[in-house]
């Protein structure tokens, strides 16, 4: 190991440190996002489909209510300074201006052509992160789409919003438990087919008996 540093050039020794713990830091960050663990906060979705905090919805219970649309221009995934992208520009910065050196390239030219495979590689991992990220949000319940849907009462749902029930609607082709509210003068009992007419909050439907 010593004889293969000291073979290399000053530029050359300059190359792999910065190509070595680079490259430990994205076998590192792969390891930590195979397992499940966030690996640089690059904009991972909330894993349970909750409406983001910074939506506002309007909690009249009115059909048809409009939400916000996130602009995706504000997902760190979607920038290109981020620790994935600088961690992958300088692991193949490192190695291909190594390479080249240990060609007897000059060190303009090596600097230039690592800088350049260094600069594709950030924009392949901002594209990756990106499609990834989409395919996340096509997957990921959002609440805006329970209106419309009908669905059962699972536990009764009080009158006049006097208190916050259970129902089970089918949402994005998936059977989920949705807490409910009714601005109906009686309560909806357990087992009553109900439609949602809005929503109450950021997890609460308003709903009213079919």
Known sequence: MSAWWESLTLLGQVFACIAIPATLILVIQTIMSIIGVSGGGDGD????????????????????????????SLDPGFRILSLRSIIAFLTIFGWVGLI?????????????????CGLIAMFVVVLAMRCMLKLQ???????????????????????????????????????????????????????????VVGLSGQTTVVVKEK
């Open 137 to 195: 949000a096509d997957g990921t319940r959002n609440i805006k789409n329970a209106l419309g849907k009908s669905g059962t009462v699972y536990l009764t749902v009080p009158a006049q919003r006097n208190g916050t029930g259970k129902v089970n609607i089918l949402l994005q082709d998936t059977f989920v438990e949705l807490d409910a509210v009714t601005d109906e003068e009686n309560s909806i009992k357990s087992g009553r087919e109900v439609v």
């Open 100 to 116: 080249c050196v240990r060609n007897g390239m000059a060190n303009i030219w090596s600097l230039l052509i690592a800088f350049v």
């Open 45 to 72: 979705v909330d894993a349970d489909g909750d409406v983001p905090d910074d939506i506002d919805i309007d909690s009249d219970g009115v059909f048809g209510t409009e939400l916000p649309e996130i602009d995706d």
